[in-house]
């Protein structure tokens, strides 16, 4: 069916679009509908965009990427449909590596999506080979590349798993997570959780990225420093609750 553009729900009804022909095409599981739902419901209580909180979490985000040693950014069948092209662009940007990273994993659908990132611009992409294990999770919900989730010393993930995001802090990473309900598991245990949609994310991210490269080395460690997720968390959710007064 075809959406006007002046509909006033037109941006969300097209990212449903999106998500629903994923499915369609085989790179989004049935549970990624039930997932975007969850997402939509929160982002109509922050106002559909980008909050002033939200922009502190993506710059702190960005200076973590741009300082660390191997960034990786995982994808998975949502996250792809709705901001691929803009991940790659970031990838590209701040030379952060990009792996295919799903909770319902088949060898089809990694081999689906990778061809899918690959098809957007980016010259590699991570996660066919799956040849480490996230200790803590059963197989095949563990398994990684050694080169990319597992050798990473900061990980960005968007819709993820609360049990997935706890055993990747357990191994010592800093977690950066995309996460539209602040009180989701994922947010909670992340070090930076980015309350945004994904796409909005990675676009302002790009942005922040071209900018920040040339900051010096102290100036992101004080970006870094200066962050407190549980206040942030704190202030989004107190933003949440004014909306409803
Ligand atoms: P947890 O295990 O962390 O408590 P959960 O059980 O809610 O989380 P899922 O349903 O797998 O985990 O996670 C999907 C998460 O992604 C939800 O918290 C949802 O709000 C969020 N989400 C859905 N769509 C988007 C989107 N477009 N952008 C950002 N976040 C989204």
Redesign the pocket.
Same mark, same amino acid.
């Given at each position: 069916m075809e959406i006007p553009k002046s509909h006033p729900r037109y941006k969300s009804l097209m990212k449903r679009e999106r998500v629903v022909k994923g499915v369609e095409n085989g790179m989004v599981v049935l549970e990624g509908l039930i997932?975007?739902g969850?997402?939509e419901a929160?982002d109509y209580l922050i106002g559909e965009k980008t909050t002033k909180h939200a922009l502190i979490a993506e710059k702190t985000a960005v200076a973590h990427i741009i300082t660390a040693k191997n960034p990786v950014l995982s994808i998975n069948g949502?996250t792809a449909v709705?901001a691929g092209k803009h991940i790659v662009e970031f990838a590209k940007i701040t030379g952060a590596k990009i792996e295919v990273n799903l909770f319902y994993r088949t060898e089809a659908r990694v081999k689906k999506l990778c061809e899918f990132i690959r098809s957007l611009g980016a010259e590699r992409v991570l996660g066919e080979v799956g040849n480490a294990h996230i200790p803590g999770l059963e197989h095949p919900r563990g398994i990684c590349s050694m080169e990319g989730i597992y050798r990473a010393d900061v990980v960005l993930l968007?819709?993820e +798993?609360?049990d997935r995001?706890e055993a990747l802090k357990k191994m010592g990473k800093t977690v950066i997570a995309?996460?539209?309900?602040p009180l989701?598991?994922?947010a909670r245990t992340a070090d930076v959780t980015i309350v945004d +949609?994904?796409e909005r994310a990675y676009m302002n991210m790009c942005a922040l990225a071209m900018k920040m490269k040339v900051y010096g080395t102290k100036h992101l460690e004080e970006i870094k420093e200066s962050f407190d997720n549980e206040n942030n968390l704190r202030e989004i959710l107190r933003q949440i609750c004014k909306r409803f007064e």
């Open positions: 997932a975007h969850r997402g929160f949502n709705l968007a819709l +798993d609360g995001t995309i996460d539209l309900n989701s598991r994922t +949609d994904v």
